[in-house]
């Protein structure tokens, strides 16, 4: 499986990028993972929009979902001058029946997932995992028979993801601190808890991701390398995780 960084900025985009969003590709099938303001421009810059198979929200915050509205928009226009009838599934949780409500559009379908479950979607199994944010938010453990990729979502640092991240290939974290600051109003770890936790977990990987707009990005990746000997990547536009059969 493919996973691309499409936008990797907390709260808002720096000119000319997007904030959270992920593409997750195997055989063909195109699945989106988050889809903040910018994605769907920066998007574009890899896949045609009405290639995506699927798309997944990990929490309604805009950083996270602003880009829905209008991903909603590009589908009825081109299922309209294409003469096409296609719909696009949008998973998000039901906790939030507003924001829930409003995934289903004219060719999108909202459909709720259980976190307690785990979800097939083409050749992905997702197992989901709740976070420490101040709204209700999944963090997602997706396996292809292969490898497995965990995505923190927003969350501030639990003993908990050790288990859930456990020897993942990859494991992409929510970096909005850095090392010495409390995350944990917010809902967000710091660099050396990243670290912490790819450690802890063994994972193969890490991406450093959801990136703050204040300091040097640079000293984050130092920062969770005192503690993560693994190696560490921060999140930048069409970087690419590739692991096949
Ligand atoms: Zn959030």
Known sequence: MKWTVIGYWGAYPASGSATSCYLLEKDGFRLLIDCGSGALSRLQETIDLMSLDAVILSHYHHDHKADIGALQYAWLVQNTLNNTERILPIYGHGFDSDNFAALSHHFTEGIAYDPSKSLTLGPFDIQFHKTQHPVPCYGMKIADGNASIVYTADTAFSEDWI???????????????????????????????????????????????????????????????????????????????????
């Open 163 to 245: 288990p859930f991240a456990k020897n993942a290939d990859l494991l992409i974290t929510d970096t909005n601190f850095y090392k010495g600051m409390d995350g944990r109003g917010p809902g967000h770890m710091t660099s050396e808890e990243a670290g912490i936790l790819a450690s802890k977990a063994g994972v193969g990987q890490l991406y450093l991701s959801h990136l703050p707009h204040f300091g040097d990005h640079k000293e984050l990746a130092k920062q969770a390398s005192e503690v993560y000997r693994g190696p560490i990547e921060l999140a930048r536009e069409n970087l690419k995780w590739t692991k096949d059969r």
